[in-house]
């Protein structure tokens, strides 16, 4: 299994049709902190260097979007939260999680596990700061791409 | 969601029974009758009730041709509003990472919680939010304001979140507590549309 170098983006499939995007009026197309929820809270992303057909890999339809953040900005995340009066700091991180169907499947996870939802709420407006867009939703393609 | 077009063929296809018909597109029809006929924005018409005169008063509008609901504005919130309640449409997975289903608690507290902030921070000055669901089954509303200000509300049945970004630094520039109740949600409102 190799190493996620700091500079591979990765990418994560933002779905059509759920709420997981807006266009502003400044052009601009945000991207839902919702876009990375996860009910475990280790999202799941593609690893750019295994992914054969760039960004379009972590397409599971046409219509879906595709963002990417790079394994630097992840590991940069700096998460802590405070329950019971202690403060507990999280490394955030990404590890290799090969699936039978995709060998590019990785997660996103904290050391130690949250102990706080606030803690992983915070990751996941992080994240969608982080994130670029690749591929636009299809709803909003032809206007943006 | 249903287009207005659909919404349109399908109202007057109404024979009075009202059969056939589903509780958005009658509450649709309700509160187009109601704002046609007072000519005001004043009335409170999500509250699940249905008035069968509204309806009627619709119906006959339409098939006469004399209104064209199209050209109705939306009162503020109405949009939001029944982008809230389609979350109950979406069952376990649907977001395809294992998302729990969207609880029904929430919805009905999300739309209760929609109209008092929308009070509380006055029709004019609101703005609509981008409207999802988190993996947990909390309704979750995000803005967006300058720079990099953001807000997002998580609404479960028995309690609302919030959580405030302007910047990618989770201990310096993000915070979040307990919405406790309207007043609060304006300090929030204020702090993401102020300068």
Known sequence: MSEILGAEPLYRRVLCGVGHFQPLEDGTVKISSQAFSDRGMKPSVDRSSLCPHGPSYSQADLSDGVVSVLASGVRGIAARSVKDGVTISYAIDVFPDPLPGNPAHAEIRPSPEYATKSAFRKVLEALALLAAWEIYPEEIRSTYQ | ?195
């Open chain 2, 1 to 195: 969601m249903m287009t207005r077009a659909a919404e349109k063929r399908e109202v007057r296809c109404y024979s009075g029974a009202a059969t056939g018909l589903t509780e958005e597109t009658l509450n649709f029809a309700h509160f187009r009758a109601v704002t046609s006929a007072s000519g005001s924005a004043s009335h409170d018409l999500d509250d699940g009730s249905i008035r069968r005169d509204a309806v009627d008063w619709a119906v006959t509008q339409l098939c006469i041709g004399t209104v064209d609901w199209a050209q109705i504005p939306l009162r503020p919130g109405d949009a939001t509003l029944r982008q809230i309640r389609s979350l109950s449409r979406r069952a376990s997975n649907w977001d395809t990472h294992g998302a729990v289903a969207v609880d029904s608690g929430g919805i009905e507290n999300a739309q209760s919680w929609l109209r008092k902030a929308i009070e509380a921070v006055g029709e004019k000055q609101w703005a609509e939010p981008l409207v999802t669901a988190s993996a947990d089954g909390d309704v979750v509303l995000e803005w967006w304001g300058a720079g990099q200000k953001k807000l997002t509300i998580y609404v479960a049945a028995q309690l609302v979140e919030y959580v405030r970004v302007w910047g990618k630094d989770i201990h310096e520039e993000m915070d979040d507590g307990q919405v406790e109740d309207p007043a609060s949600f304006v300090s929030l409102w204020q702090w993401l549309h102020g300068g």
